[in-house]
């Protein structure tokens, strides 16, 4: 959720009954405190900060989350072992974010509170092992008794309800709120999530760390560098730097990296967080209850 | 199910009360008449013959089943528009395996009876957009009205419940039953497949037509001339010729092509197709009972 879900986000999803969470992966301590700042302004509920732990930035947004007090950290992209005692001694919640039964193994090891399983079908960075959410969650499920919560292809209540069907205890939807009206990101980007079809997000750049994103000029480039045998020194020249913010920030569709998952093709209004909420559990309820009295009874 | 599902699977199959299916990509006409022949004294219940119609027997296996009077034809890997009349005039319901709503449109404007979701985890031949069980249930959900069958990462009760949970109306089961004792897979196989942990199948051939296999010297052999830009022509060349059967039937673990989906990894034991059939009804219901009386209520 790099340049998507800042305060305004986070905040609106809290107010609205979830976890919001603010993803630092795109500012400094300075930016981040800014925007928790304004957070507390705009709700009186919990909220979280996600922190990518490859991040250049990790260690300082690691201090300043201690430093206010910040309940409950997202950590992905790293080992949780680095910073968690400092985090567990201030009474902060560690959730990980992992794609393999591998990592979270790892990550329960190192004492976290809760797994996040992500799946082939997120946005954005993703496993080498291309584990989609149907079989990952019930493996994640087999190895941990941590709450599990799912991520990856669910952006409905529909979703949700098929993700705890397989043993998740919640949801994290990133895809569905980057089209909300609270996510930061640039208009164009919010609109293009809108204009998707099936096959519109592919995963890229596996010689360096998969990426799935909007196929765009910027992405054939990459295929085509791929299909040509481009080792990873060629790839990262390509990628450059700043690409993410070009694409989903500054709106640049065909020049820039647009991180986005594969179920951005059902999607197609831009609603606010609070809207979306109310619908995903009222589409979770109903499904529930259509389950409850099906038809498929054996 | 090229090489496991014979007359013995799929007789076991509608014993037990499922539909079971012959899957007839590696026989001529000549062969699968005996597998019917076969099946029919094993079953007074109802049985199907799957079709690839790419397959180069596909004509006179058409011939065969419309002559057979076999009730349920699944037609894959081609367009079910060229051989669907003479199916239908003679009462034979259809269903086209379908892994994007652009199939589905043109399978449902050829008049098919019912449709197979096709998801990325699933083993075999998949679709070049890479779309999940998660995202593909229910995109043809929307799109269409026809019986949506889901496959690809189903291997349990839960599964089940998930897949229906998005949409759909009933399951297709692979690879759990390629690991059945009355598979006609070569026990070798069976066993490899008990062995898979996560990462152990991978979509290779994408230059070709993707297929999911088992990640064995032979997927390292296309792997490795994959990345470093083989075309097309190169990756048929290492392919050969009876790959398939090399690996599936006559257990070369390293230098055949075993086509297996992902949820391998949570497979750990060969059953009998009735006990397995039993377990998923099973889990199915104490699942859809947990669901309902589940805490997770809004």
New interface residues.
Partial sequence: MVWCSGWKLASAVSNAGGLGLIGSGSMDAAILKIHIDKARQATNFPFGVNIPLIYSHAAEIIDLVVKENIPVVFTSAGNPATYINKLKDKGIKVVHVVS???FAEKAEKAGVDGIVAE???AGGHNG?????????I??LR?STSLPLIAA???A?G??M???????A??VQMGTRFAASIESSAHINFKEKILQLK??GT??YLR?VSPVRMIRNAFAIEIENAE????DASELLNILGTGRSKKGIFEGDLEGGELEIG??S??INEIKPAAKIIEEV?GE??D??KE??L?K???
């Fill in positions: 393999s039964v591998r799946g082939f079908e080498i092992e291309e584990t989609t959410s149907f079989t990952l019930p493996a087999k990856g292809g669910i409905t529909r979703g309800l098929a993700a705890m069907a397989l043993g205890d919640g099936e096959g592919r995963l010689k299909n040509r045998g481009a594969q179920i093709s059902i559990i979770y309820n499904a529930r389950l409850r099906s498929y009874k054996f």
